[in-house]
Structure formats: C-alpha cells, structure tokens
C-alpha cells in the first residue's frame, strides 16, 4: 500500500506541538485592517490551540 500524502493546505496552515496539540494562526487578519482598533489587532496577533474536537481531523490531513 503506498504512503499517504500530507495534504498540502493543511502543512501550511498548521504545526503539530511537542505535547501532540495542532497549533493554527488567528484568522481575519489579511486585509481591511486599517478599521479595526489597535486593541483588536493587537488580540489577532500570535497563535492559538485548535479546539479539541477538530484536532483528530487535522492531524489526520498531517499524516500524525
């Protein structure tokens, strides 16, 4: 049986951490920001864990 592929999108989009939790970037932040408060943006800003029901899912796309 052949490997399984890691699905392209999904490489890009997220990282596996070392505890096994999927890491994603915040989403709304590539463009009409200039009407959104600095606080608002600043809140965007860094990553965050996805949920734990959908974790299964993207691992699954990674191949982990």
Known sequence: MP???THSSAKKRFKVTGSG???RFQANTSHLM???TKK???R???S???SAVDQPRIKNL???
Do not use: Q
Request: hydrophobic share 35%.
């Open 48 to 50: 965050t864990l996805v």
């Open 40 to 42: 608002a943006k600043t």
């Open 62 to 64: 990674l191949c982990k």
């Open 3 to 5: 490997k399984m592929k």
């Open 34 to 36: 200039r009407k959104r």
């Open 21 to 23: 939790k999927v890491k």
């Open 44 to 46: 965007l800003n860094g």
